[in-house]
């Protein structure tokens, strides 16, 4: 059953939503802040911090676009759900990129390569969540041209999943740092 709510209905779903984000935003600046604090026994590696920067500005993008569900008065416990998911797999996703500082890590090229399957996956379910939530909880076309953004997206999350080489991820981090840039340029580079 769906529920007819007032325009301020968003506001108290949007609470849950940007606690979430805070959360993710906070466990990135607290795991770059511990990696910069144990320096001297791990070996940074250039393409794990570029993705650490990458998801740190995805958060940020992830919180930009969900501006576009204001207009929503009709919530119900399924809706709210589909809108949170995206953002609980961005959770978890921050939650295992950098290492604990309680891990024997003494190299985070071999941590990256290690759990790139882990890692790529969930920023693949990550992507897909939120072409489902703006399919399915915002009412954008499944052939709206930012789900092909998405699906590019995904696409280069598997394709790192399974490649062990650097020169792969390379050419997969800047493939996806090119593909947010023209995404917001063309979807998001204001409020509106």
């Known amino acids: 059953m769906t529920m007819q709510m007032p325009a301020s209905a968003y506001q108290h779903v949007v609470v849950v939503m940007s606690i979430v984000l805070g959360l993710a935003v906070t466990q990135l600046l607290r795991g770059i802040a511990q990696l910069y604090r144990t320096r001297s026994r791990v070996r940074p590696y250039w393409i794990h911090s570029a993705w650490v920067g ?42 295992i990129v950098i290492p604990d500082p309680a891990e024997p890590v003494t190299s985070l090229r071999e941590y990256y390569f290690a759990n790139r399957a882990a890692l790529f996956g969930t920023f693949a379910v990550c992507g897909v969540l939120t072409s489902v939530t703006a399919t399915l909880v915002r009412g954008l076309a499944l052939s709206d041209s930012s789900n092909f953004f998405r699906l590019g997206l995904v696409l280069l ?18 493939l996806c740092t090119g593909l947010l840039v023209l995404f917001v340029t063309l979807y998001h580079s204001r409020l509106t």
């Open 54 to 95: 990458l998801l740190l500005i995805f958060s940020l993008l992830l919180w930009w676009t969900f501006w576009d569900y204001r207009s929503l008065t009709e919530w119900s416990f399924f809706r709210f759900v589909l809108y949170l998911s995206p953002v609980i797999a961005l959770y978890y996703l921050t939650a």
């Open 157 to 174: 999350m598997l394709v790192a999943m399974r490649a062990s080489t650097e020169r792969i991820h390379a050419v997969v981090l800047s």
